[in-house]
């Protein structure tokens, strides 16, 4: 029986965690989201890298016409800008591989830090700018699927 019991316990705990929406680390501060005008934001890059390290068409693979799959790797110097853009019908997981990196977004009142190993969630036409503040190169991974020009 208490075994039973265990298990029921266990299964129970377990359940919601399929449901579960995933947590992001330098995600914006509990409290803060609120619409952020982003007034002054830089719209000329500084001191970064962009270089395309594979995509794929995603018409020939699932039936997506117009639409790539990349991956790209960004290297932002220290004091370096990726300046304000959209994600409006182009989502993106941006991975911190080294460095730190700040985040201005449109949905938030106050800076975002990522930090190596952290994941950015890029959906839902958010606007926002990048900053290097640190001492070292920040190097992303960025994957985004976006309309092919």
Same mark, same amino acid.
């Given at each position: ?53 594979? &995509?794929?068409?995603?018409? &020939? ?65 958010? &606007? ?13 991974? &960025? ?7």
């Amino acid at each position: 029986m208490r075994n039973k019991t265990i298990t029921a316990a266990v299964l129970a705990m377990a359940a919601p965690l399929p449901f579960a929406a995933p947590a992001f680390a330098g995600d914006c501060m509990s409290g803060q989201e609120m619409p952020n005008a982003l007034s002054g934001a830089p719209t000329t890059p500084k001191d970064v890298t962009d270089t395309v390290i594979g &995509s794929i068409d995603l018409n &020939s693979e699932i039936g997506v016409a117009g639409r790539l799959l990349r991956t790209r790797r960004l290297v932002v110097q220290p004091g370096g800008i990726v300046p304000i853009h959209s994600h409006k019908g182009r989502p993106a997981l941006i991975y911190t591989v080294s460095g730190t990196i700040v985040e201005h977004r449109s949905s938030c009142a106050v800076p975002i830090v990522h930090k190596a190993g952290d994941i950015a969630r890029e959906a839902d036409g958010i &606007s926002h700018w990048w900053q290097n503040e640190g001492t070292e190169p920040a190097v992303l991974l &960025s994957s985004d699927v976006f309309k092919q020009p």
